[in-house]
Structures are given as structure tokens and as C-alpha cells.
């Protein structure tokens, strides 16, 4: 990967704001300027780590064949038109992850490989994300961004912490990177020089600046450039309008409606409401190069989500509300099987979005290496032999998709 420097990019400011471009071809946005032996750097490599609690339907995870003519499993058929530019893995395992219980010593340690600690310990290890981040992610504005769609869980299962279960980003062995639930939050986080809610929108705070620049780009980049803020305007309201349906996720509330007001900035309601504007958050953030690095964790190991928005096969007439993820993983049924698909469908609406973002000859899907991964196989046997494992995208031409990998 090679390093860019934040303090040369190029920016959006006002009041308040600090808010980097997309790539152009006007002008280098990159942070480094063409001479007459080197051209101007390619777009950057971005990482995304994406973790699904509980794995997958023990049966329906599989890929076989090559290019457009590979054949996929029924949980992977969301993914179908990104064939040609995924890379499906098989074979691997995590040692460390056969001893201990089997929940939170599958995932606490899925992205460093550690042992962890047992009883009231915490101790895992430096997750490479934010190895990554220590180092690469210094060039950019926000070093990581770690979001999630379902809170921590302080709880003990099996003589371990459920923190374990909650975190798959350790910023050191004993801290696990503190999630961002909130969509308003991570969005400030940003574009934002101080993360403080109620303000003015953020592209009312650029747009004098950006009205300036327009005038002085092609009619491609005039383009891309209106695109873009476009898109940062849709988040926004979004944003502002999330968690109106009232369809509450999660955890059975004690009353079906809440009897206080419900707070302007919160968690969205509606959970493929919140997954897709994560993914949006994660797309906005390596377009314009404000953070390289983001692990997205649509839900807990162990998971108490629940998704009434979801028709059932298996209850006609009822979402799939019933039980809880991570009981449901147990089943190995056919709503077991929607849920998976449901998960799914995010990863395709975040794949879709990074695809068509264009940063020169390529696209930003085929900048990013984009990893999908569960803790185990499948929740029906806790089975963690070996583990689900998709890459999507390129990493600007370095990795090799349209295939399986053994």
C-alpha cells in the first residue's frame, strides 16, 4: 500500500467542516503531484472488514467454478452479478478458536489470531485492522472507523466475557475499539472538526467552497462532483429521518411502544435501515479518502436481533421475530436461511455502491479489499473447522477474484 499524506490532500471546507474530495480528473486530489519520471499516485488501497454473528446455513455456504460461470450457495446468492470480482476461500481455520467456549473464543481473537483470557480477564490482541491503522490509516484523517449494528454485550457465557462476542477490533490486547452505533455520530465523525450534534448541515458548510471549485473542473468532474454531494445530502436526511417506523429489533421491550419521546440522534429502528446506512457511512468515508480502514459488525456473535421485517416460511403470516439470531442459527431452517440472505443483501447494496464510484481506470470496489467473515460455519454445531471467508474487490489489482480459493 502506499502512504499519501493527509495534510496535501484536497478538501471542502467551512465552518466547522473539513469534508475531502473524491477523485477527479481536473485536478490531484491524491496528495502527491505528477513529475516528468513518476505520475500522480492511483487511487488508495482501502480495507473493509464486515463480521456476521453465528455463521451461515451449514448446507447453502459454498461456491464452485470460475468468472461469470461460477455457481454460488443459496446464502450467497444476493452476491450473483459480483462473481467476477469476488474471491471465495476455503480451508481456514483459527487455532486459538478450538479452546475455550464457543462464542466469544471464536470471535474475540478472529482478526489477531490470539489466545484469550478466561473469567474476569480481558486479553485478547491487537486485531490487524488497527494494526493497520497505527500505521497506513496515519494518512488519513480518521486513522479507523469501527461501526456496528448491535451494542456490546457486558455479559459472561461459559466462564468468558461476551465482550469477546461483541469485538472484533482490538485497538491492544486488553481494549477492544469502542463501537459507533450511531449513524449521526460516525457521519460527524467524518466530516466534521468537532463531532457535536444539532449543528448546521455539512454541506450547507461547504457550499461556497464547492461552488468555487466547480467552476474550475471539467464537465465529467462537474458531474461526479454534484453525484457526490448528492449522496452525502441523502445520508444526511437519512439520518435525521432514521428510526421513525418504530419497528424495533433486538430484545422483547417491556412495553410495544416507548412511553417517553424518542430522541432526534439515535440507533434507526428499522435494522436494515441502520446496516445500509453503515454501508453508506463506509462508502462516503473511503470515496473521499477521510478513512482508509473500516470494520463494519452488522451484529454480535452470539446475536439477540430479531427481524420482524422479514416474513417468515417457516410461521406464515409472522416475521421471522420469534426467536433470536442466535437461536435461530441453531435451526438450520429455511428462515435461518432468509436471515443469512438478508445479511446478504446488505453486503450487495454496500458492493453496489462501492462498484459505482469511479477513481480513474478503476472502480472504488476494485480499490478495496473487502472482507466478509462469521466466527464459525455454521451455529447449528458451533462448527469453527473452517471458517466462511469472502473477498470482494481488487485492492487496486492485487488480489485475483473471480474464483475459489482452497
Known amino acids: 500500500m502506499s502512504t499519501h499524506h493527509f495534510s496535501r490532500r484536497a478538501f ?4 466547522g467542516v473539513t469534508m475531502a474530495l473524491p477523485w477527479l480528473e481536473s485536478f490531484n486530489v491524491w496528495g502527491d503531484e505528477p513529475t516528468k519520471n513518476k505520475p500522480s499516485s492511483e487511487a488508495p488501497v482501502r480495507l473493509g472488514v464486515l463480521f456476521c454473528g453465528n455463521g451461515f446455513h451449514s448446507k447453502e455456504w459454498w461456491a464452485r467454478g470460475e468468472g461469470r460461470a461460477m455457481e454460488l450457495g443459496r446464502v450467497l446468492e444476493p452476491l450473483a452479478d459480483f462473481r467476477e470480482k469476488m474471491l471465495f476461500v476455503r480451508g481456514l481455520y483459527h487455532e486459538e478458536a478450538r479452546k475455550g467456549n464457543i462464542h466469544s473464543s471464536q470471535t474475540g481473537n478472529m482478526l489477531s489470531g490470539a489466545p484469550i483470557a478466561s473469567g474476569g480477564d480481558i486479553r485478547s490482541g491487537t486485531s490487524f485492522d488497527q494494526m493497520l ?9 480518521v486513522p479507523s472507523q ?3 449494528c448491535e451494542r456490546s454485550n457486558p455479559s459472561v457465557h461459559k466462564n468468558y466475557s461476551m465482550l469477546y462476542s461483541s469485538h472484533i477490533s482490538w485497538s491492544s490486547p486488553t481494549t477492544p475499539t469502542p463501537l459507533e452505533l450511531f449513524p449521526a455520530l460516525a457521519f460527524d465523525r467524518l466530516f466534521k472538526d ?18 468555487d471549485l466547480r467552476r474550475n473542473i471539467s464537465r465529467n468532474d462537474q458531474h461526479k462532483l ?14 435525521e429521518n432514521a428510526g421513525q417506523r418504530g419497528e424495533l429489533q433486538g430484545w422483547r421491550p417491556t412495553l410495544e411502544k416507548p412511553n417517553i419521546q424518542r430522541p432526534a440522534d439515535g440507533i434507526p429502528q428499522d435494522i436494515g435501515e441502520h446496516m445500509r446506512l453503515m454501508c453508506d457511512i463506509l462508502v462516503l468515508g473511503f470515496q473521499t479518502d477521510t478513512t482508509r480502514i473500516t470494520t463494519l459488525k452488522l451484529n454480535n456473535d452470539h446475536s439477540a436481533l430479531r427481524f420482524p421485517n422479514l416474513p417468515s416460511v ?5 416475521g421471522i421475530d420469534y426467536m433470536i439470531h442466535h437461536l435461530l442459527s441453531h435451526s438450520d431452517g429455511e428462515d435461518w436461511l432468509k436471515v443469512n440472505q438478508f445479511f446478504m443483501e ?13 477513481e480513474g481506470p478503476r472502480t472504488l470496489l476494485d480499490n478495496t479489499m473487502l472482507l466478509t467473515c462469521s466466527s464459525m460455519m455454521a451455529g447449528a454445531k458451533h462448527d469453527n473447522d473452517q471458517l466462511p471467508v469472502l473477498l470482494l474487490g481488487g485492492a487496486g489489482g492485487r488480489i485475483q477474484t473471480g474464483r475459489t480459493l482452497d
Open 346 to 358: 446488505q453486503i450487495a447494496y454496500l458492493v453496489r455502491k462501492l462498484d459505482a464510484v469511479q
Open 146 to 148: 469501527v461501526l456496528a
Open 194 to 211: 468537532e463531532a457535536t450534534p444539532g449543528e448546521k448541515s455539512v454541506l450547507d458548510a461547504v457550499l461556497s467552497d464547492a461552488e
Open 133 to 141: 491503522a497505527q500505521t497506513y490509516g496515519r494518512s488519513t484523517k
Open 314 to 318: 417457516q410461521q406464515a403470516g409472522h
Open 12 to 15: 471542502l471546507r467551512g465552518l
Open 226 to 239: 454534484d453525484e457526490y454531494l448528492d449522496s452525502v445530502r441523502d445520508v444526511e436526511k437519512r439520518i
